[in-house]
């Protein structure tokens, strides 16, 4: 029984100095543990393209930052692990951060995978953020796309809660809307006129 209180004390004693000798800090990070970690204050960590112009004579290279997006309120002193990275496709040397993948298909196969949504918190509350800034929930737009209704995540993108429809960021996109034979007032009522 003293040695179980014993062994208690010590996990304890160790995980405290732990957190407290382990604190990161976004610009002790290297170029490749940056991306996709979170600091002791919670700020998201940013990696940055560092300009020759820009540092006085440093050369051409990376740098981590302090961004000023925070993670959720739990989330300090993390480095996302290498098995998320992969799981939910992103890019470990990704820089800035942006919800442009949050229009690849690819990227949304990855990210609505059991193995990346039920595991990987970190990544999966950045793009939940981010996409929550663009007017997209992602747990819907990953319970349509588990159950295949890409037509229906098509529409979600192109037609927003205030009625306007905005049109597809790229051309490929447009291609894709028109190659569609679901799309178009034609596919809605084929005899009308």
């Known amino acids: 029984m003293a ?3 014993l062994l208690a004390l010590a996990l304890a004693l160790a995980i405290s100095i732990q957190g407290t000798l382990g604190e990161i800090r976004c610009e002790d990070l290297s170029e490749n543990s940056c991306a996709f970690a979170v600091s002791s204050t ?7 393209r560092r300009s020759f112009l820009r540092t006085l004579g440093t ?10 997006i ?3 309120d739990r989330l300090t002193n993390y ?3 290498k098995e998320c990275i992969a799981a939910c496709g992103v890019d470990k040397r990704a820089l800035g951060i942006s919800s442009d993948s949050l229009l690849d298909h690819n990227f949304i196969n990855k990210l609505c995978s059991v193995s990346c949504y039920n595991n990987c918190h970190n990544i999966v509350d ?5 996409a ?8 819907k737009v990953c319970e ?3 159950s295949g209704a890409r037509r229906e995540m098509r529409e979600e993108k192109l037609y927003s809660e205030d009625g306007l429809a905005y049109a597809p960021t790229s051309l490929s996109q447009v291609k894709d809307f028109l190659a569609d034979d679901t799309n178009g007032p034609e596919a809605a009522a084929p005899n009308a006129y």
């Not at 050369?59 to 000023?68: I, K, M, N, V």
């Open 3 to 5: 040695l179980t209180s």
């Open 42 to 48: 919670g700020n998201r960590c940013v990696l940055e």
């Open 59 to 68: 050369p051409d290279g990376y740098t981590c930052r302090t961004s000023e």
């Open 70 to 72: 925070l993670a959720s």
């Open 79 to 81: 480095i996302e692990s």
């Open 126 to 130: 950045l793009y939940f953020n981010l």
């Open 132 to 139: 929550a800034g663009e007017g997209v929930y992602i747990p």
């Open 144 to 146: 349509r796309h588990r």
